[in-house]
């Protein structure tokens, strides 16, 4: 090697971060993804074999960890306000006068830009390196997501070029792009989970998860608007955002000088239809003072500067017909009615169907045979029926019935209890929910086994070869005959064989969320398996013993105990057991276990700054103590860190119940 590995590092990393650049600011990649894969993993193989050469803000480090970290707060510099906005053209003309007004005649300069529908963000950057990412909050102070932010690639983690201040501050908003919101919610109602609503609600509540490994997954970007700091270039806002872009930072390519009225309108009319063709969820537009000095003049109100306005879009509408309603039965048995329409142009794309969600909605907007349905999107990537044309209505039209029987196998449906949700219980014998049941077990979060997707689940379930997942691995014995089906040849074949026997080794969490267990979804799998430790515990423990469980409420339990009272379930619960896969975590260092906490019940409030509320709840449980959400007359003590709920505070004063801080517990259990 001629390099020395320190300048190897180095140079990998300032390679990685350029590509880095060009792919997800520019979109102008110079080579391919395999060579960017390669040399990422040259550079991970380097700093593991010389660890002293660690950076965390390493390109490597963008993946995330797994460790649970609760978010602590810190105070905003200066206050993050929002703007004041409007949906009317003539209130951002009287913008534009007003400004022209108060700065009594001086020339000046709007800065129209596109507002992105995501989450704002506030980043600090001190000598060319991120020190800090924080949510906006309340104004005043906002959550630390910098472990979050670092994963999103877009953002800059070192700063190239010249001229950036020593410390400044700038402000954007984290947004999800519709590529990477369409294949999301896919996951979602693949896993018949609750879709996000649109990619701003996605973008706000991946930000905010605990786990950074799963907020890279994700798929998030970064678009910066605003600049802030005490040397800052240049004064006025355009030139400084210019100047960001060339530090690295993604800045809204929709910026543009405008000078009077009639530019501020034209501006208007283009992007209220362009804005349909951009690659992410837009709500509107902002218009803002150029000059910095103009800025300061102008001032603020108790809410927001007076300097600029934001204009928001009106969510687009259309009217289509209503072909008829279908009847969709997913894996867990749930109906849901679709309404099938006459294609329509809604933000850029053709919609040809909405989910009508259930009962109560198609009832709520009494919708009839052959309806012209009002169908929006908005800043929603998600159709939705809003209302009926009602006055065109036919006069023999009959209102739309909802389904007594499922509409695959006939059986009749059962309305689960406190919801709007109609049921089909035919569990073993309902082809959809097969079907979606295996989908959902070979899928990548799930086992994760390669070259069964939608199409082959359907062709293995028809040809009798598999209608349980416990069936999978037995497939070998048909290989001859999957081999003579269209489009499955030996290399097809062998690759889904390599795919089910590659699964057995697949951690216990997540074949605990592959058994497709009612209201069991990955973040409650993960909770289970760490807690009960294997998959016999889990099959033998009553609905008392999952609710101690953190997170886990009566509904779960329930479910999960009605699951495996199921013996079609315990059965196939066997067979998977006895194909290989993992039935328990791995054995833990009993060594570190003590007595200390033995027999003391304890109560976790509030956020920490040396370790994260799962890991103190596991150091209770490594001690002998037992975890609990509520305070009672049983609690021993609380564990309290900054923001103890005011209502957990005042019952723990009024019963007695100790109070400690995490430097107490700490020394407590190393003692």
Request: with cysteine; charged share 30%.
């Amino acid at each position: 090697m001629s390099e020395q590995p320190k300048q190897q590092i180095e140079r990998l990393r300032d390679e990685l971060n350029r590509h880095n650049y060009n792919y997800y600011v520019l979109n102008t990649p110079e080579i391919s993804d395999r060579d960017f894969d390669m040399m990422m993993k040259e550079l991970e193989r380097l700093e593991k074999e010389y660890p002293e050469y660690a950076d965390p803000l390493s390109p490597t480090q963008r993946v995330g960890s797994d460790i649970n970290k609760a978010f602590t707060q810190h105070v905003h510099q200066r206050p993050m306000l929002s703007l004041g906005n409007t949906y009317s053209i003539e209130e951002v003309d009287d913008f534009v006068t007003r400004t022209r007004d108060a700065l009594m005649g001086e020339d000046f300069t709007i800065i129209g830009e596109m507002k992105y529908d995501g989450t704002s963000i506030s980043l600090t950057y001190e000598h060319g390196k991120l020190v800090r990412a924080v949510t906006r909050g309340d104004g005043e102070r906002g959550d630390v997501v910098t472990d979050n932010v670092k994963t999103i690639k877009s953002v800059p983690l070192r700063l190239q070029g010249t001229g950036w201040p020593d410390e400044f501050e700038i402000r954007g908003e984290i947004v999800l792009p519709w590529i990477e919101f369409d294949r999301l919610n896919a996951e979602r109602e693949f896993n018949e989970e609750p879709l996000f609503a649109n990619p701003r609600n996605a973008a706000s509540g991946t930000l905010k998860m605990q786990n950074s490994a799963e907020v890279a997954r994700r798929g998030l970007d970064a678009v910066f608007y605003y600049l802030l700091g005490d040397n800052l270039p240049f004064d006025n806002h355009y030139d400084n955002m210019m100047a960001a872009k060339e530090w690295g930072f993604k800045v809204t390519p929709v910026m543009k000088p405008l000078h009077g009225i009639d530019d501020v309108d034209k501006f208007i009319e283009h992007w209220d239809t362009a804005r349909k063709e951009l690659p992410m969820a837009t709500d509107g537009l902002v218009f803002k003072v150029n000059n910095l000095r103009q800025q300061l003049n102008l001032g603020y109100t108790a809410k927001s500067p007076r300097w600029a306005i934001a204009y928001k879009f009106q969510a687009e509408r259309a009217l289509t017909q209503l072909q008829h309603v279908s009847f969709e039965v997913g894996r867990m048995g749930i109906v849901t009615p679709v309404a099938n329409l006459d294609p329509v142009l809604l933000s850029g794309t053709i919609v040809k169907r909405a989910s009508l969600h259930n009962e109560s909605i198609i009832r709520t907007l009494d919708i009839h045979d052959h309806d012209m349905l009002y169908v929006e999107k908005g800043g929603e990537i998600i159709p939705k029926v809003t209302g009926v044309d009602v006055k065109a209505r036919a006069p023999e039209a009959k209102p739309i019935e909802f389904v007594t029987h499922c509409p695959v196998c006939g059986t009749p449906l059962v309305r689960i209890e406190g919801e709007a949700a109609w049921m089909c219980t035919n569990k073993e014998g309902c082809a959809p929910q097969i079907c979606g049941r295996l989908e959902h077990f070979v899928g990548r979060r799930m086992m994760n086994i390669e070259g069964i997707g939608e199409e082959i689940v359907v062709i293995l379930f028809r040809n009798g070869w598999v209608k349980s997942p416990a069936d999978l691995y037995t497939l070998k014995r048909y290989s001859q005959d999957m081999m003579r089906l269209p489009g499955m040849g030996p290399r097809t074949v062998e690759r889904i064989l390599d795919g089910i026997e590659a699964s057995k080794s697949v951690p216990f969490e997540r074949v605990v969320y592959a058994l497709s267990i009612p209201y069991v979804g990955e973040t409650v799998a993960k909770k289970l398996a760490r807690a009960v430790r294997d998959i016999d515990t889990l099959m033998e423990a009553d609905i008392e013993t999952l609710t101690s469980i953190d997170d886990i409420g009566p509904r779960i339990a329930e479910s999960i105990t009605e699951y495996f009272n199921n013996p079609v379930n315990r059965d196939m619960v066997e067979h998977l057991r006895a194909a290989g896969l993992r039935m328990s975590m791995p054995e833990e260092d009993e060594s570190s276990r003590t007595s200390l906490l033995e027999g003391k019940t304890i109560v976790i409030s509030g956020t920490f700054s040396r370790h994260s509320r799962d890991e103190y709840k596991e150091m209770i449980e490594r001690n002998g103590g037992k975890n609990a959400s509520g305070i009672s007359k049983k609690t021993d003590f609380v564990l309290a860190g900054e923001n103890m709920g005011p209502a957990k505070l005042e019952k723990a004063r009024s019963l007695n119940v100790p109070i400690i801080n995490e430097d107490e517990f700490l020394a407590m259990i190393t003692q």
